[in-house]
């Protein structure tokens, strides 16, 4: 089945950009919807990004909305977040998952962002 693996993760100071990445492998993510989540110490996983199987539709929370971009290149099985004007409250660890139908049923282990002022 397919694996997700993050990476990109860093420390950075606000206002900084970072892009993080997830490949896919042992199997392709063409015609799967995929998300990127994020998870900050004592908050619940919050979803912060989505991106159709085609690219064509994305959508974001409000809270990164005009500073994430999402975005996906199914000829290399990957999908990233660029993540621009990045603020003390980004800091968590950020995860990608895949979307069969209305389910996220593969999911990455994380890669952490932390962002200082």
């Known amino acids: 089945q397919v694996q997700l693996a993050e990476s990109g993760g860093g420390s950075v100071q606000a206002g900084d950009s970072l892009r993080l990445s997830c490949v896919a492998s042992?199997?392709?993510?063409?015609?799967?919807?995929m998300g990127w989540f994020r998870q900050a110490p004592g908050k619940e996983r919050e979803l912060v990004a989505t991106i159709t199987w085609s690219g064509t539709s994305t959508s974001y929370s409000d809270s990164v909305k005009g500073r994430f971009t999402i975005s996906r290149d199914n000829a290399e099985n990957a999908v990233y977040l660029q993540m621009n004007s990045l603020k003390p409250e980004d800091t968590a660890v950020y995860s990608c998952?895949?979307?069969?139908?209305?389910?996220?049923?593969?999911w990455g282990q994380g890669t952490r962002v932390t962002v200082s002022s």
């Open positions: 042992g199997g392709t993510i063409s015609n799967l919807g």
């Open positions: 998952a895949a979307r069969r139908r209305t389910e996220y049923v593969v």
